[in-house]
């Protein structure tokens, strides 16, 4: 059996990964990845530039906005760029409107804007932005933004307030978090923020690779049925052994394809860090990474030593307990459409558990998503997520755990069965009966 078994596998492997398709998918697949993740370079390459300085020609008919605006512009650019440089040169114009127009009209890009300032006596000022084409919306909300506080910062300038005042009034303040709960602190607070952007990307390859190895399986089955060639391999070797083939031959797969995702991200991280220079994104990426580096400050590095283990052994279950799932339900069917139709529970299932875990942080203290996180199918996602947030201990994950391999122990002894009935059935009529009846044999 074992001599079979192993053949089995090694054709149905081959037929995934020595093929052209998979090959050329791949390589399509790392462009993305790597593109994604260098997409601020890739623009750059063919004409944009993130790190344009934008010039901003200044007329000042107030003879006091042009400071106000330069120091109000430079903070809420740093603020959004996460960096000490401003993206912006303000330069004092001096000569009309027109002839700003016209200097606006001559430039190939769209990199300069003119603003003017007056005075107004029932609105402090009348501003007007010229530019030769649209602004983007980052663009567009740090200007009206300055604009707006230089409104503010010129009344107060009139109301004798010296200029290295109105200074320390709009300078960022210096906030410190104070929590009454004593079981709060900043480093859940962070958690939760990257709970909710970072983690998403990160369990998005499992949720992907979860609903491939569903229909991988679900095609396979049904194309050997359809082509009578089932016929001849279960004349050869035993249901029992096709079905493990299968299964085995599908997660040994979507290991292989998780492990190369892997690769392809690492090396795209590694070509940003040699040629990435958007300001805007490596500020959000340093943002983030300073979140992550406080984290690793207060003991979260310790946590990663048994939460990746515990996360990579459930996520493994839950492949198989899928596999299993889509190999029975494969051996019911008689063609991939009605197959399709069979699949749509399970991936609404894996769904809902994949929204569950970018929402686990709205649920702190709730029983219900506890409860949720023993669901076998769903606890791969739901678990590492709460148990980063300390919504459940490492008990809880071994009662997961537990759960999944009861599961799977259930799919495969009665599974079996019906996958021994369905396997060798063309027809759809009676096959609920049949199952069932197989079931209570």
């Not at 010296?162 to 960022?172: A, G």
């Not at 991200?265 to 340093?286: A, E, M, Y």
């Not at 051996?331 to 686990?360: H, K, R, W």
Request: net charge negative; proline share 2%; aromatic share 10%.
């Amino acid at each position: 059996m074992r001599s079979k078994l192993n053949y089995l596998i090694s054709i149905s492997l081959n037929r995934k990964i020595k093929t052209k398709w998979f090959v050329a998918a791949n390589v399509i697949l790392c462009l993305i990845i790597i593109g994604l993740i260098n997409i601020d370079s890739i623009i750059t390459a063919f004409g944009g530039d993130f790190n344009q300085t934008q010039k901003v020609y200044v007329i000042d008919n107030t003879e006091h906005s042009f400071d106000l605006f330069k120091e109000q512009l430079k903070i809420s650019s740093q603020a959004v760029n996460q960096s000490e440089e401003s993206s912006y040169e303000l330069i004092k114009y001096d000569k009309t409107i027109e002839d700003a127009k016209k200097m606006l009209e001559e430039e190939e890009k769209n990199l300069s804007m003119v603003v003017v300032f007056d005075k107004s006596e029932e609105n402090v000022l009348d501003v007007q932005v010229i530019t030769k084409e649209y602004m983007d919306m980052i663009d567009t909300q740090l200007v009206n933004n300055a604009i707006n506080n230089t409104k503010v910062a010129l009344a107060i300038y009139e109301s004798d307030i010296s200029m290295e005042d109105i200074n320390k009034i709009y300078s960022p303040a210096n906030i410190e978090r104070v929590y009454l709960d004593e079981d709060k602190n900043s480093q859940d607070e962070n958690m939760e923020i990257i709970m909710t952007t970072v983690f998403p990307i990160i369990i998005l390859p499992f949720f992907m690779l979860s609903i491939f190895l569903i229909q991988m399986i679900g095609a396979e089955v049904n194309d050997e049925k359809t082509t009578r060639g089932m016929e001849i391999i279960i004349s050869n070797v035993s249901p029992k052994t096709h079905f493990f083939a299968k299964v085995i031959a599908g997660n040994l797969f979507v290991l292989l394809q998780g492990l190369l995702l892997v690769i392809f991200g690492s090396l795209g991280l590694f070509i940003r860090k040699l040629i990435g220079n958007n300001n805007i994104v490596n500020g959000i990426t340093n943002e983030v990474g300073s979140m992550i580096s406080d984290l690793l400050k207060n003991g979260f590095g310790d946590k990663l030593i048994y939460i990746v283990p515990l996360t990579l052994l459930l996520m493994i279950l839950t492949f198989i307990a899928y596999s299993l799932l889509a190999g029975i339900l494969a051996s019911m069917t008689t063609n991939i459409e009605d197959f399709q139709q069979l699949q749509t529970p399970i991936m609404i299932i894996s769904l809902v558990g994949y929204y569950l875990a970018m929402m686990a942080g709205v649920f702190e203290g709730a029983t219900f998503i506890k409860v949720l996180s023993y669901v076998p199918f769903i606890s791969a996602i739901l678990c590492p997520s709460l148990l980063v947030l300390g919504q459940i201990g490492i008990i809880d994950v071994f009662v997961s755990m537990i759960l999944i391999i009861i599961t799977n122990y259930l799919l495969i002894k009665y599974g079996l069965r019906i996958y021994k009935v369905g396997i060798l059935n063309y027809s759809s009529a009676g096959l609920w009966k049949k199952m069932f009846k197989a079931l209570k044999n």
